[in-house]
């Protein structure tokens, strides 16, 4: 097979990664690399990365980079994108499959397409909302770690910890500041109590099928979108007999609707769209002075 080093960037709500084949590309995705292609101003720019390999397990098989290097279990909108591309590079003709992620298989399906043939609209099955803390994991020897308080920084937070895959925290507020998650967002990833980190979410309910989030993200930071964050907000809200089964989650991206059963397995629905498709330059690969 030829390896023409081939990307397609693609976002999910202005959530956005770059996608490769592991079979078409001649490059090792070392963490340092990861960083560069990932730069906006000394790469192509991206929140991630997301890498095709062959399965066993499922149809398909996903690895999901952050832009600092590191690797993720599961993202919701990661996952979407991705199934964007094997359907619209022909990988398949089916419109429902399955995806092995280090988080766990996952269901997806096309739900709509648009006016070129290209999956529009998906969703996916993103496995069931967890709250044992030794599987999030929180370092804690509470069965669930939900209505907690933590010290952070100059700040006291009521905490709600949840694993879709990968772990959240989710916080709720009467109102959302941009700055103050940009803030304490960073320093409640690396807060002791979360061994791996955790992503961050504060969350103003709406009303009983609707609410409002800023994001703080495990590796990435700051964003505008994000699914896995979505479908924990959404388990935790549920949790706590704040929302029905059913909700919608805004974000400064979009939104995205959530289903949880009674069992808490979840189910997503969003929009993707591809942005653009290319060639990796040699000469991104081969330079060595980027900081």
Request: net charge negative; charged share 30%.
């Amino acid at each position: 097979m030829e390896k023409n080093n081939f990307f397609v960037k693609s976002h999910g709500l202005g959530n956005d990664y770059i996608v490769f084949d592991s079979d078409k590309i001649d490059f090792e995705l070392t963490q340092d690399l990861i960083k560069k292609i990932c730069d906006v101003h000394y790469g192509i720019g991206s929140d991630g990365i997301l890498v095709k390999y062959n399965s066993d397990a499922a149809d398909f098989k996903l690895r999901i980079f952050n832009p600092d290097g590191s690797e993720a279990e599961k993202s919701g909108n990661g996952l979407r994108i991705f199934c964007k591309f094997l359907y619209d590079y022909g990988y398949t003709d089916k419109e429902e499959f399955t995806v092995e992620t280090k988080g766990g298989i996952v269901k997806a399906k096309i739900e709509e397409k648009n006016k070129f043939g290209k999956a529009k609209i998906i969703t996916v099955d993103m496995g069931k909302a967890i709250f044992d803390p030794k599987q999030i994991p929180v370092n804690t020897d509470k069965e669930e770690f939900i209505s907690e308080k933590i010290a952070v920084g100059d700040k006291e937070f009521e905490v709600s910890c949840v694993s879709v895959g990968n772990p959240h925290c989710v916080i709720i507020k009467e109102n959302l500041d941009e700055e103050e998650i940009k803030k304490y967002g960073p320093m409640i990833e690396n807060h002791p109590l979360f061994p791996n980190r955790i992503n961050v979410q504060f969350v103003k309910p709406t009303s009983r099928n609707e609410a409002q989030i800023l994001i703080w993200e495990r590796g990435a930071g700051f964003t505008y979108a994000s699914g896995s964050s979505s479908c924990g907000v959404a388990s935790v809200l549920v949790k706590k007999g704040l929302a029905d089964r059913e909700i919608t989650i805004k974000m400064i991206g979009g939104k995205l609707k959530i289903g949880i059963n009674k069992d808490w397995n979840i189910k997503m629905t969003g929009e993707v769209q591809e942005i653009c498709s290319g060639y990796i330059s040699r000469e991104l690969l081969e330079w060595k002075e980027f900081l």
